[in-house]
């Protein structure tokens, strides 16, 4: 069988035509993957799966991280069901999933329960055609650097609510980890490794390395790079977390908002261009 897609911008983002029961019956895993790297985001239209059928799907394309109940986290704002749900105020901020680990994700699955009644789209920008645009001047600037990079550091590029930095640290967030700020894949294309976890260049002076961050997550997130989500009850959106980053719209106080997650173990570790 043959997978039948339609661009969702020119350089981010297919919507994969195909009934839940072809997806379910696994015939077109091989080819899906293949496009989540290419595309960078898969939006799968009206296909209502619940938890178990998102587990299955995301298991035929990739084996599932194990890291969180069988990569499974309920992502919503609801302190009754999310305890760490404060935590997701960071997501706000452009970032790549666990990058506190050697081995971050290949990929996300999200499937809303609960839509926002306002806001809660989900962007995501292509960061392998942001690396692909740059000047020949910036790729030899930045290819032999290597960023520090803090899940907490997220959350001091968001608005925060009152008192949430004192939890945040009780929570201890403050694991990091240095990586490559260009990722050479197996494929031989070249991705940046860039999100608001940056908290410095390595070697690099603090005020310098601060503003090529923020110069290259003003390059990645313009318009030709990035392609918006707006959630519908049974939508799939699946992500390559290796070559995309990602971030949520603000949406209302108090929402019950709630997405199902499913990750997708890694696969490659990052290697330096
Ligand atoms: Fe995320």
Redesign the pocket.
Known sequence: MSLTTRDLSPAIGSEVIADAASLLSGSLAAEIKAKLTERGVLLFRDVHFDDEELNAFAASVSPIDNQDEKGNFKVTMDAEINPMALILYG?RAW?M?RLDTALPPLG?LLSPRVLSLEGGETEFANTYAAYEALSDEDKALIEDLEVEHTTANQLRNVELPAGLEQIVDQLGMGTSRIHPLVWRHRSGRKSLVLGWTATRVVGMDPAEGDALIARLIAHAEQPQFTYRHHWRMGDVVMWDNTGTM?RVQPFEQGSKRYLHRVTLAGEEPLVAA
Do not use: P, R
């Open positions: 997501t970032h999933d996300t990602h």
